[in-house]
């Protein structure tokens, strides 16, 4: 017998698991399925981001920049140091207690929100009577409603699977038993730059290759070269306009042959090699053809602007469609859609999501680059102010980078704001805020600002806009 549902979500990741609980507050009975396994074969519900993508890489993160001051920065603070050395092993166990703290708090928010959880891989069995009848393992539930948040996987390269040993998913470098000597990183994208500064800081020598002619072109061009220096004077070996060819692994490593910008042939030996060329919708076991669920040729589900499948009923969520994979994005797509299927007006703006990478300096922004409107002939006013000329960043001893901000040159509405440097991914919000509500980058800069903060960087962008910034 079939256990009926309002709404059966396939997938506990940050889409999932909070579509789960939104709609459970709403009034609606709810099952979630996840297929995520601990060390131990238990439930680990909040899929990639909590368990091998996110939360993990902050983890590491944080311990890596911990090691990094230690050895680099404490001196000028008057801490002496000696024998300064770093315990992987504790390292990655801290990392992994974090993972589970995560896990299991998903685990209690199912439970005070009354959501039924199914361990296993959820898949559709047919359609009947205005229902979906969703098998997970040995268990049958039937839903009105059905949500797929299923995630995506890494993208493999060609002739070069990943064997998590010596060609490292986002998974695979996340458990690195050793700091390697040398280490490799194809794509220069946000796990690329990320785990690539984590062992960076431990003592690998990195060596970033990426296919396109420019760094991080999604980002403000300004922006990414104010990054790309920061990188270089770090130590990172970042090589851009590489055409990569054959990958061989061997007893003490692989090998890497390329052909760099100016068309010599190269090859590059390394310990380990970590491949972050993008991610690919997983819907592997769901069994979309069996009832029609209508996928675009990248595999992805395809939806409409409010989630809606081409299924009755059947709505999706996160990195299985459309959109940036962004675990915040998936977030906020499973509580409109959850609202939705309680009659209200769930909507999600795409300029209005975030982008962040967590390096150091941190990279954030959101809305419109200045490339993206001088392509399309906006006119606007821009607007920085350098994080050396402000107090707090002074005293917190990391000056590197700047806020820019871009407005209207007419309205002065803000069409988006940019940065780099300390706690970027903190300052942010507040230009998501102001954008969420159509502010002018003279309301930023009438409003109070705590001084000192690194958040008076923002007002001072918002003054330069109107070329009157007061400390620089």
Not at 378 to 384: E, L, M, Q
Request: with cysteine; hydrophobic share 45%; charged share 20%.
């Amino acid at each position: 017998m079939s256990k009926p549902f309002d709404v059966i979500v396939i997938g506990a990741g940050p889409g999932g698991y909070i579509a789960a609980i939104r709609a459970a507050q709403l009034g609606f009975t709810v099952a979630c399925i996840d297929e995520w396994k601990n060390d131990k074969g238990g439930p680990a519900p909040g899929g990639t981001c909590t368990n091998v993508g996110c939360i993990p890489s902050k983890a590491l993160l944080q311990s890596s920049e911990y090691f990094e001051h230690a050895g680099h920065a404490f001196a000028d603070h008057g801490i002496g140091l000696k024998d300064l050395s770093i315990d992987v092993a504790k390292m990655l166990s801290r990392k992994d207690t974090v993972v589970k703290q995560n896990n299991d708090g998903i685990l209690y928010l199912f439970k005070k929100n009354k959501v039924s959880f199914f361990h296993g891989r959820g898949s559709f069995m047919k359609a009947a009577d205005g229902s979906y009848q969703i098998v997970v393992g040995e268990e049958s539930l039937i839903g009105k409603h059905v949500i797929v948040a299923t995630g995506s996987n890494a993208r493999a390269l060609p002739g070069a699977p990943f064997d998590e040993e010596t060609i490292l998913s986002n998974d695979g470098a996340l458990r690195i038993g050793a700091v390697p000597k040398t280490l490799g990183l194809i794509g220069s994208g946000v796990i690329g730059l990320e785990m690539g500064s984590v062992w960076r800081r431990l003592g690998a020598q990195v060596t970033v290759l990426d296919a396109l002619p420019t760094f991080l072109c999604a980002v403000d061009e300004q922006i990414a070269k104010e990054a790309h220096k920061a990188f270089t004077k770090q130590g990172l070996k970042i090589e851009l306009g590489v055409q990569v060819g054959e990958i061989k692994k061997g007893k003490q490593g692989v090998s890497v042959a390329y052909t760099n910008a100016e068309g010599e042939a190269q090859t590059l030996a390394l310990d380990k090699l970590i491949v972050s060329i993008g991610r690919v919708p997983n819907t592997v076991g769901l069994n979309a053809e069996g009832v029609g669920l209508k996928l675009d040729e990248r595999g992805a589900i395809v939806v409409d602007a409010g989630c809606r499948t081409n299924l009755p009923n059947v709505w999706a969520v996160g990195d299985v469609v459309r959109g940036p994979m962004l675990a915040h994005k998936a977030e906020e797509e499973g509580v409109a859609v959850a609202e939705c299927i309680a009659g209200q007006h769930g909507h999600v703006d795409f300029n209005l999501v975030p982008w962040v990478i967590y390096t150091s300096p941190e990279i954030a922004w959101v809305g419109q680059t200045e490339q993206q409107l001088k392509a399309t002939g906006r006119a606007y006013k821009a607007g920085s102010f350098p994080f050396m000329a402000n107090g707090r960043a002074r005293a917190l001893g990391d000056t590197t980078g700047m806020v820019k901000m871009l407005a209207d040159a007419a309205t002065d509405e803000i069409l988006g704001v940019h940065i780099v440097g300390p706690f970027a991914s903190e300052l942010i919000t507040e230009a998501c805020v102001a954008m969420a509500f159509r502010a002018s980058s003279e309301d930023i800069a009438r409003i109070c600002h705590a001084h000192p903060s690194l958040a008076e960087s923002t007002k001072e962008a918002a003054l330069a806009v109107d070329k009157r910034t007061l400390n620089f």
